[in-house]
């Protein structure tokens, strides 16, 4: 069954550290999305990564594509509370192109 | 800024009532899609649309849940009856076109007592 996991499940960090989040899935596509989750809310669209090779910055967050190892990462530069979510990786999966969501990182970035 | 509109925002039903949730997509947006959030998950999605046709419904409980969008633009997901299984987040999202970039609306938060 084509799949997107992610990993770690859970994040709990310092303020000031660095950490990535990854994000493996089994298909051919060569895109990828990034979400983000306050609790008890909706989605919010972070990331659009379109080709082999992309990468794409915001603030603390970086997120990049490698197609060809079917990784995406999501890299945290010294992280502070207001990073605290959940994150979702997501892909496109088989014709009717369904958008498939990873399990979510809980992120807790700690003072 | 166009945004994916839900409705209701809470909804709080007895089991083995009905109940339905609306969705209206950002104008110009062909595809559809409704999914499910258990609370410590990720969305599993129940059903997308392409236009008014349905082009996935795999994982929609066809015996209790119903979904439709009549003319291809604004849709509804219905549960008839309600189980306690089914208290979750409900999401729908919206995208230009299959396998462009899906914007997801406030979501509808069910709870079945």
């Known amino acids: 069954e084509l799949k997107v996991e992610q990993n770690p499940l859970f994040l709990s960090m310092q303020e000031g550290k660095n950490y990535t989040i990854y994000c493996n899935y089994s298909?051919?596509?060569?895109?990828l999305y990034w979400y983000r989750q306050d609790p008890g809310k909706s989605l919010e669209s972070l990331f659009v990564?379109?080709?082999?090779?992309a990468v794409k910055q915001e603030g603390r967050l970086m997120a990049s594509l490698d197609t060809k190892a079917r990784l995406s990462t999501l890299h945290i530069t010294a992280a502070v509370h207001d990073l605290s979510a959940t994150y979702f990786c997501?892909?496109?999966?088989?014709?009717?192109?369904?958008?498939?969501f990873g399990k979510g990182t809980l992120l807790t970035v700690n003072p | 800024e166009a945004e994916v509109a839900q409705s209701p925002r809470y909804k709080i039903t007895e089991k083995s009532q009905a109940v339905a949730f609306w969705c209206d997509p950002i104008?110009?947006?062909?595809?559809l899609y409704w999914y499910r959030q258990i609370l410590g998950q990720g969305p599993e999605l129940l059903v997308q649309?392409?236009?008014?046709?349905?082009?996935?419904d795999s994982q929609l409980p066809k015996d209790r849940f119903s979904a439709e969008r009549l003319k291809g633009v604004d849709s509804t997901l219905k549960i008839q009856p309600a189980e306690l299984g089914d208290s979750a987040m409900y999401l729908c999202?919206?995208?230009f076109g299959r396998g462009t970039e899906a914007f997801f609306g406030q979501g509808t938060r069910l709870t079945v007592v």
């Open positions: 999202a919206s995208s």
């Open positions: 298909t051919t596509s060569d895109r």
């Open positions: 990564l379109l080709s082999n090779g």
């Open positions: 997501a892909n496109w999966v088989g014709s009717n192109y369904k958008l498939t």
């Open positions: 104008s110009g947006h062909a595809t």
């Open positions: 649309f392409q236009d008014e046709s349905v082009v996935d």
